[in-house]
């Protein structure tokens, strides 16, 4: 493999000076922030343990500050854009700044949640610097679409990092902890500050590391069945299951049936449950038979 010279990362004039000339004003609707510190990329993409035989996916790369650091050390590297502006100038930042590398880098112009294939080899990593305002519903879509997707690590804002890598019992673990945990084992891998980014945003970063399960859960319910009670549990998340999974089983009275079934106490509440028991719950729903002459309701 062909060594980069050492200055081919971005830093802070770079950034400014390749936003200047493409026009690009940083945007809060796309959550924008460009990482303008060269250790930090590094940082990432070592956190990431990123290998020389990886196909890393990329999402939101903007500027291209990851991508060269990812470049630097991975096989492949495909970047999913959606701005347009953004899109249409990372391929000639690669070809400049890392031009022996520059064969091994792909660009999907695209919505990251409307991805459902990528060009050259499956991917074997995912690292990115995600919008805060999609960074979970982003994240599982990848996951769920790239099950070759074997380890990932973002960067999110603070708060979502300890939703995300929450465990049962915490004040914070809701459906993005449940949800991660059922691809990954999910914890915190490190915090960022504010000043490597520009512009420099109003909240504390973090990186949230997943390694795929090499196993999945052991669970006879769909994936879509176990998500729709992890829904319903934390959309009333101060109501006892038995109450919060009424409309979800039918009646309160189907819902304790399904919880005892499970082994889960009806007046337990949603934060106490671990992935696995929310998917013996989706098991053990019984459809009620209708009554004779009722219409749906």
């Given at each position: 493999?062909?060594?980069?010279?050492?200055?081919?990362?971005?830093?802070?004039?770079?950034?400014?000076?390749l936003a200047a000339a493409l026009g690009v004003r940083p945007t809060k609707q796309r959550g924008q922030n460009?990482?303008?510190?060269?250790?930090?990329?590094?940082?990432?993409?070592?956190t990431a343990d990123v290998r020389p035989e990886d196909t890393v996916v990329e999402v939101g790369p903007g500027l291209g500050s990851?991508?060269?650091?990812?470049?630097e050390v991975a096989d492949r590297v495909t970047a999913v854009e959606i701005d347009d502006v953004l899109a249409a100038a990372l391929p000639a930042t690669i070809a400049a700044r890392m031009p022996t590398?520059?064969?091994?880098?792909?660009?999907?112009?695209?919505?990251?949640?409307?991805?459902?294939?990528?060009p050259g080899p499956a991917p074997t990593a995912l690292v990115a610097n995600l919008p805060y305002n999609v960074a979970v519903p982003v994240l599982l879509h990848m996951l769920d679409t790239f099950p070759t997707i074997e380890r990932t690590l973002v960067m999110v804002?603070?708060?979502?990092?300890?939703?995300?890598?929450?465990?049962?019992?915490?004040?914070?673990?809701?459906?993005p902890s449940v949800k991660a945990n059922w691809y990954a084992e999910v914890k915190r891998a490190g915090a960022i500050g504010r000043n490597v980014f520009w512009p420099a945003p109003n909240v504390d970063s973090g990186l949230?590391?997943?390694?795929?399960?090499?196993?999945?859960?052991?669970t006879t319910a769909a994936k879509?069945?176990?998500?729709?009670?992890?829904?319903?549990?934390?959309?009333?998340?101060?109501?006892?299951?038995?109450?919060?999974?009424?409309?979800?089983?039918?009646?309160?009275?189907?819902?304790?049936?399904?919880?005892v079934a499970a082994g889960v106490s009806p007046q337990a509440r949603g934060e106490s449950l671990t992935v696995e028991e929310f998917a013996a719950i989706a098991e053990n729903r019984v459809t009620e038979p209708a009554v004779p002459g009722e219409t749906g309701r």
């Open positions: 493999m062909s060594s980069p010279s050492p200055d081919a990362l971005l830093g802070p004039a770079d950034v400014r000076e460009f990482v303008i510190d060269a250790n930090t990329v590094r940082r990432i993409v070592r990851l991508t060269l650091a990812l470049l590398r520059a064969a091994r880098f792909a660009l999907v112009h695209s919505d990251a949640m409307d991805v459902t294939e990528l804002q603070a708060e979502v990092a300890d939703r995300l890598a929450a465990g049962p019992g915490s004040k914070v673990y809701g459906v949230v590391s997943l390694v795929r399960r090499t196993e999945p859960i052991k879509r069945d176990v998500f729709a009670v992890v829904d319903a549990a934390f959309a009333q998340r101060r109501k006892t299951l038995r109450a919060a999974l009424a409309g979800w089983a039918g009646s309160p009275a189907a819902a304790e049936a399904a919880l």
